[in-house]
Nanobody, 127 residues
Framework: QVQLVESGGGSVQAGGSLKLSCVGSGYITRSYRNYCLGWIRQAPGKEREEVAR???????KYADSVKGRFTISRDNTRNTVYLQMSDLKPEDTAMYYC??????????????????WGQGTQVTVSS
């Protein structure tokens, strides 16, 4: 069985910062370094949006809405992916999920194809 467990969410004022963490357990830890890891958020009444992705080779990709404010990183020795969020805005309020998919077959598909998901952590930004 595999699990992804997020932490670090909370309530902050606009302009503040939060750092989310997502720890993997189970079979994913056997080859964690080969996984593509992403952070996806969903606000009430809105569709899910992938805000950041980090490939197994360390390459990163960000949604335009968070470029320059969010930074994704990974620590393969700790089976953990992070999302450092700065200059937070009320529109960043959402449930944040981490997700993963092996890149053993060079997968680079859309976030809907992630096959392991966490339960989410809530981020609330007040103005």
């Amino acid at each position: 069985q595999v699990q992804l467990v997020e932490s670090g969410g909370g309530s902050v004022q606009a302009g503040g910062s939060l750092k989310l963490s997502c720890v993997g357990s189970g079979y994913i830890t056997r080859s964690y370094r080969n996984y593509c890891l992403g952070w996806i958020r969903q606000a009430p009444g809105k569709e899910r949006e992938e805000v950041a992705r980090i490939n197994s080779d360390g390459a990163t990709k960000y949604a335009d809405s968070v470029k320059g404010r969010f930074t994704i990183s990974r620590d393969n020795t700790r089976n953990t992916v992070y999302l450092q969020m700065s200059d937070l805005k009320p529109e960043d309020t959402a449930m944040y999920y981490c997700a993963a998919r092996s890149q053993d077959n060079l997968w680079t598909g859309p976030f809907a194809e992630y096959d392991v998901w966490g339960q989410g952590t809530q981020v609330t930004v007040s103005s």
